[in-house]
């Protein structure tokens, strides 16, 4: 891990990020790759339908950058979270 860049903070029940800032720290370190990370305030780890659509996004904007995403992981309470990755879902 090179760094842990927070990128944006949402209010408590949504959140929208421009794909360009996600990357922007990640080129300017000259990384091969990322993994994103966010928390769910209600508590439930299960990636929304947007979450799955971000995660596409990032996924092919990083192909163009030649940044790979290793992994998206939503974090819910009490020590849970889901790996979007383990669940197929990008």
């Known amino acids: 891990v090179m760094d842990v860049i927070v990128v944006y903070k949402g209010t408590a029940n949504s959140s929208t990020v421009r794909v360009a800032e996600i990357f922007k720290a990640a080129v300017a370190r000259n990384a091969t790759s990322v993994i994103i990370a966010h928390n769910h305030p209600g508590g439930d780890p299960n990636p929304s339908s947007e979450d799955v659509t971000l995660t596409r996004a990032v996924k092919?904007?990083?192909?163009?950058?030649?940044?790979?995403?290793?992994d998206h992981i939503v974090i819910g309470n009490a020590g849970r979270y889901v790996s979007m990755k383990e669940k197929g879902l990008f």
């Open 60 to 70: 092919d904007a990083g192909k163009l950058l030649d940044i790979s995403l290793l």
